[in-house]
């Protein structure tokens, strides 16, 4: 029954045809013969490829296993139209013989792997035509699993298993680093391969263990594995998701660095320091080495030093805190000391002497500048005799430049007093119909001005702006007779009084200049005499002062009131009378009251 030759209608069959097939059949066992792919579960389709003779009796099918008898299945009488099925355990229900002789079988099996034969059977012939049965199932889309949380550099570790399940024929894994194949390296990459069959279904579920030893450029590389396998229509391939391994690392390298938002320090920063190390994880603690700190501090990767003075300048450095590794840095603390003497409010008396001195300490060189009454002034002030033009606001300030925010300034306030000093001038007006008189005053804090003549007040009729301690006072008058005008001039440092001899309106008489600033001129060039007149007076003045002080002693007993004060109520009354505010009988001394009358033209000046 068991022929090996296909379609033998041997009468009519050439017999070199026939050696032909059998060769191709010895040479190339399966693919000469009739094959049928079919996917697993589907349903195996299986002509009989006999043509169908007129006298056919019945038509049968069985498959053949090498070195077994041959297990018939299906048969189909051509006479009686009856179909019978075999009792075969493994094709129950699962069988169905069409008219034509095609056999299909449903829900394909790895064990329908056979080689299965139709036979045609007639009178007096038997036809033969066997057909190989292949059975192809696509296993699963492979996946790492056994994932390793980490991997590190210098050790071999298991990275994972690849694993493609229920596949048929047995597929091949294949890792990849990065789209690469890897291969076996000794000690570094080794891949072990197992497969395991499922007994009931002849699957193969095939796994691939990859133990691999990681370089730092491992850090993002992507890792996959892919199962080869025949189909159908030849060789596939099935990829699997990438992963990428944490790679852990030791660090080689630390360093420090000053985080800041500008980039100088001044005294009153805050300073972060910051540690890092280049390994994988980063190391989370080091030690700082902090200025002025005998031992290293363990701290997090920042380290803060609050409100930093001159002293924290210096070296800093950090470490892993096995005081491997090391960096360091050095922080300048820039600082600007400005002191100036004096400073605040300072009170002086006019002609005084004031030295001023402004000085700096800096981290790095700076210049002063000044400014008076928020004006920049070109050099810096130094008085060897005050003037009332002197007082005011002077500022001496500083900054350094480089450093933002760094700057520093004092303020020096300074009050410049004088006594009431007064000079009386007259001008008749150009038609002569009355006379301006101007008391020129001059002195710190300004002196209220009173006018009288013959002992009644006159009113004041102008008075110039107070600039410089210095302003006028004026009046207009029209005397019909000569009269003796006194200008009193009082702050409160003194009371001063001086009169002047006005001739009647219609006597003409020689107008003295009244310009404000003319006696600031004439002062100017004076300078020497005055300074000569003034150690004279200074002189007499101590004289004066010693007769004074006598006669004050004297005099104590019986007068507690002040002096001064009982003289210039005394001269007020007298003024009609007296031309000259120094005559005073109670003094008594007359040569003392001509030294003294000298001294007030003098501070006039
Ligand atoms: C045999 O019959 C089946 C259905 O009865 C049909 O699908 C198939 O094409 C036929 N085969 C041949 C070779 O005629
Ligand atoms: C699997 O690998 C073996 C050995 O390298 C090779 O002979 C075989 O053809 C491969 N099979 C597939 C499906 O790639
Ligand atoms: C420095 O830090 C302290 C708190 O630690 C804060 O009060 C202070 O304002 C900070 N100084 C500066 C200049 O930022
Ligand atoms: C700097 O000096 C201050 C006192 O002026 C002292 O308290 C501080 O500890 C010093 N800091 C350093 C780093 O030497
Ligand atoms: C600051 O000092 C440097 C040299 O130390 C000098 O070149 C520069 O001119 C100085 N600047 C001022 C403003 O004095
Ligand atoms: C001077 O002014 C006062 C008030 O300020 C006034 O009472 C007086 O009459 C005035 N005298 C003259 C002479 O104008
Ligand atoms: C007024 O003064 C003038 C000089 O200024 C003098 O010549 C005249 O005699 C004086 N008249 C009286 C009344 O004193
Ligand atoms: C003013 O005139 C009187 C006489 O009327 C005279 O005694 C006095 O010295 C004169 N004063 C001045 C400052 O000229």
Not at 88 to 113: C, F
Not at 188 to 216: F, H, M, R
Not at 494 to 506: C, D, K, M, P, Q
């Amino acid at each position: 029954m068991e022929t090996p030759s296909a379609a033998c209608r041997c009468p009519l069959q050439p017999p070199p045809l026939l050696l032909l097939l059998l060769s191709a059949l010895y040479l190339r066992p399966g693919l000469g013969l009739n094959t049928v792919n079919t996917v697993y579960g589907d349903t195996i389709i299986l002509p009989c490829r006999i043509e169908v003779p007129d006298d056919l009796m019945f038509g049968k099918w069985k498959y053949e296993i090498a070195n077994k008898a041959p297990v018939f299945i299906a048969f189909r009488s051509a006479t009686k139209k009856n179909i019978q099925y075999d009792d075969v355990p493994e094709y129950k229900d699962r069988l169905s013989l069409s008219e034509n002789y095609t056999l299909s079988i449903s829900n394909a099996r790895i064990g329908d792997e056979k080689r299965f034969v139709c036979m045609l059977v007639t009178e007096d012939n038997v036809f033969e035509e066997p057909t190989i049965v292949k059975v192809f199932k696509q296993p699963s889309q492979p996946g790492i699993v056994s994932q390793a949380n980490f991997l590190e550099t210098e050790q071999l570790k298991t990275l994972g298993e690849c694993i493609a399940k229920d596949g048929y024929p047995e597929g091949n894994l294949t890792w990849y680093k990065n789209g690469i194949v890897l291969q076996p390296v000794e000690g570094a990459v080794v891949i072990s391969e197992q497969t395991n069959v499922d007994k009931a279904s002849g699957l193969y579920t095939v796994t691939s263990v990859l133990e691999y030893k990681p370089t730092k450029e491992d850090t993002n590389a992507q890792f996959t594995c892919t199962v080869s396998y025949y189909g159908p229509s030849g060789l596939e391939t099935i990829r699997s998701e990438s992963t990428v391994f944490n790679i852990h690392y030791p660090t080689e390298k630390v360093k420090i660095e000053v985080l800041s938002q500008k980039n100088t320090i001044k005294e009153g920063d805050n300073i972060t320091l910051k540690c890092s190390g280049n390994g994988n994880p980063p190391p989370q603690e080091f030690l700082f080495y902090i200025q002025g700190e005998s031992e290293p501090i363990r701290s997090s990767s920042l380290y803060v030093l609050t409100d930093v003075r001159r002293n924290a300048t210096g070296e800093y450095r950090c470490s892993l805190t096995d005081e491997s590794l090391m960096d360091s840095t050095t922080i300048t603390v820039h600082y600007l000391d400005l002191s100036l003497t004096p400073s605040g409010e300072v009170v002086k008396r006019i002609g005084e002497a004031l030295p001023v001195s402004c000085t700096i300490s800096s981290s790095r060189n700076a210049t002063v500048f000044w400014m008076k009454d928020n004006t920049r002034m070109r050099t810096s002030p130094s008085f060897s005799s005050l003037q009332y033009q002197d007082a005011g606001k002077y500022i001496c300030a500083t900054n350094l430049q480089e450093v933002e925010g760094l700057k520093k300034k004092q303020t020096l306030t300074l009050i410049v007093e004088g006594k009431p000093q007064i000079k009386m001038t007259k001008k008749t007006s150009s038609d002569g119909t009355f006379k301006t008189i101007s008391c020129i005053v001059e002195g710190f804090p300004k002196p209220a001005v009173q006018w009288t003549s013959s002992g009644s007040i006159i009113n004041q009729t102008e008075e110039t702006r107070y600039i410089d301690g210095k302003f006028a006072s004026k009046i207009r008058i029209a005397p019909e007779e000569n009269v003796t005008l006194t200008c009193v001039a009082e702050n409160s440092l003194e009371r001063t009084v001086t009169s002047l001899n006005v001739s009647a309106i219609s006597i003409p008489e020689y107008d003295e200049p009244d310009e404000i600033n003319g006696g600031g001129k004439r002062e100017n060039g004076n300078d020497q005499a005055k300074l000569i007149v003034g150690i004279v007076v200074g002189l007499l003045l101590a004289a004066l002062v010693a007769g004074v002080a006598y006669w004050l002693y004297m005099k104590k007993s019986k007068d507690v009131h002040g002096e001064s004060e009982k003289e210039a109520a005394q001269n007020i009354q007298r003024l009609p009378r007296t031309a000259s505010k120094h005559v005073d009988k109670d003094l008594g001394n007359i040569e003392e009251n001509k030294k003294l009358e000298e001294n007030n033209h003098k501070s006039e000046a």
